[in-house]
């Protein structure tokens, strides 16, 4: 039980200290935030504007929105690390690597889910699109969509660290792998914005995003510390 | 015994594929229907079905080749040892050429079967996934330098986890002959002899392929390592 306190009270130091950092600098946060808004803008200019077509088409557009920016966030997290060198001081903290893992997708959580603060009502707003119509589902799944990213993100951005060509490759290995937490974010999104909303099927897909979720936090931590060696 | 390995499933692949072609062109029926009027069935698929053998002959060693690269991948996290990094690797190279026959015979077949290229069925769309998540291995091994094998086998296991979610989210399957009866036993009698002759041709290819795919990267791997004992040694410049 202390063990596990413990494990919370370092996962939470080191989340703390890369919120801390960008609190300061606000660099990533301001960039990806502008960035979001700025493909919603894009989203209202290259996309049909009747009721039916925002209808079929918002829940693509919040899940794009996350996926870009997520990646575009955690490459720029890691980078910093790298820039500093910090990350080897990070891996040689005497704390198990699985603290470091957790604090580092805790931040970047953090990160993904203040573009989608922005990123949702902006679509919305411009859109005129009902995504506020059931506002606790639609909150449960971009938070459990930006878990998932955080968490796959981080042990593969963590890996790419030292790699020349980084910043292609992210995407590359991130995106085949989030294909089915894409498919159910804009699954349950689309049931709930849809005309008639069908509750069944959007709790099936947050339920199936939460045993994602779970599936890919094991093996992250167990794969982890394998990957990222310095 | 093991310089002989990839000549002699080379030449057996190659009489294989040789015997196939006439067997399937020559010996195997037709496939064609007629309708109550006597006339020939708009469904005839006639010479269209013969990419089946084809297709169904790599789809089959695909999903081995995916096999062997997963567990290649696990192996050589746990065990370090780079001989199974080199058959994971070789394997997910034979298995995207695999996949892309699959998808590109696929493609073909539909257009004469279904009247479109492309079609999100569930089996389609997982083949498709799936080989994204291949050619993304091959991408990292290839563009991300010394660690690219480590992640790259990061990647093939956790590909290798999501795979139930895939299957899981395209829901039902609609695919020609993949019912509880499986492929084989939904196919006439005349045509199973070329089938499993075409499967068994394709699987000497596979294995003639993966093997002198590792040994070249067997060999890349020594050189490099010589070359990097030769630099800290100071022999080369």
């Known amino acids: 039980m202390a063990d596990l306190m413990a494990l919370f009270r370092h996962a939470a130091r080191v989340a703390w200290k890369d919120l801390r950092i960008e609190l300061r600098s606000r660099e990533i946060v301001y960039t990806m935030v502008f960035f979001g808004a700025l493909l919603v803008v894009i989203y209202s200019f290259a996309f049909p504007k009747d009721d039916r077509a925002i209808r079929g088409s918002v829940p693509g557009m919040l899940w794009v929105s996350l996926a870009f920016t997520g990646t575009i966030g955690l490459g720029r997290a ?39 603060v922005v990123c949702t009502p902006l679509l919305a707003v411009f859109l005129n ?5 059931y506002p606790g589902q639609l909150i449960l799944i971009v938070v459990l969509g930006a878990i998932g990213i955080a968490v796959v993100g981080s042990v593969f951005a963590a890996t790419l660290l030292k790699v020349r060509s980084r910043d ?4 590359v290995i991130l995106y085949p792998l989030l294909v089915p937490l894409f498919v159910a974010g804009t699954s349950c999104t689309a049931a709930l914005v849809a005309e008639i909303p069908n509750f069944d099927a959007a709790w099936y897909w947050i339920q199936f995003l939460g045993i994602y979720d779970a599936v890919f936090l094991v093996l992250s931590i167990w794969v982890f510390e394998s990957l990222v060696i310095e | 015994m093991k310089k002989l390995a990839v000549p002699l499933f080379a030449t057996l692949a190659a009489i294989g ?3 196939s072609v006439y067997v399937v062109f020559f010996v195997a029926p037709l496939e064609y229907s007629f309708n109550e009027a006597g006339k020939f069935n708009g469904s005839s698929l006639f010479l269209n079905q013969k990419i089946m053998y084809f297709h169904v002959g790599h789809a089959f060693w695909l999903i081995l080749a995916v096999v062997v690269s997963g567990a290649g991948s696990l192996m050589f996290l746990r ?6 990094d080199d058959l994971a690797s070789s394997s997910t190279d034979v298995a995207v050429v695999f996949g892309a026959v699959v998808l590109v015979t696929g493609s073909i077949w539909a257009k004469a079967a279904w009247d479109v290229w492309w079609q999100w069925e569930p089996r389609l769309t997982l083949s498709l996934l799936l080989w994204l998540v291949l050619v993304g291995y091959v991408l990292v091994r290839r563009f991300a330098g010394a660690s690219g094998d480590r992640i790259a086998s990061g990647m093939a296991i956790f590909g290798m986890i999501s795979l139930p979610f895939l299957y899981k989210m395209v829901g039902q399957d609609s695919h020609p002959a993949a019912g509880g009866n499986g492929v084989v036993a939904t196919l006439p009698p005349g045509e199973r002899g070329p089938f499993w002759l075409t499967v068994a041709s394709f699987l000497c290819w596979y294995i003639a392929l993966v093997i002198s795919r590792v040994q070249s990267t067997r060999a890349e791997r020594e050189v490099r390592e010589l070359r ?7 022999v080369l410049q």
């Open chain 1, 78 to 116: 890691f980078d910093r690390e790298r820039e500093n060198d910090t990350m080897r001081a990070l891996l040689l903290a005497p704390v198990p690597r699985l603290e470091v893992f957790l604090g580092k997708a805790l931040a970047t959580t953090a990160l993904v889910l203040a573009v989608a």
């Open chain 1, 129 to 133: 699109a009902p995504l506020f119509a």
């Open chain 1, 168 to 171: 292609v490759l992210l995407p």
């Open chain 2, 17 to 19: 594929l040789a015997a």
């Open chain 2, 79 to 84: 065990t370090r040892d780079p001989k199974w």
């Open chain 2, 228 to 234: 990097e004992r030769g630099l800290d040694l100071g």
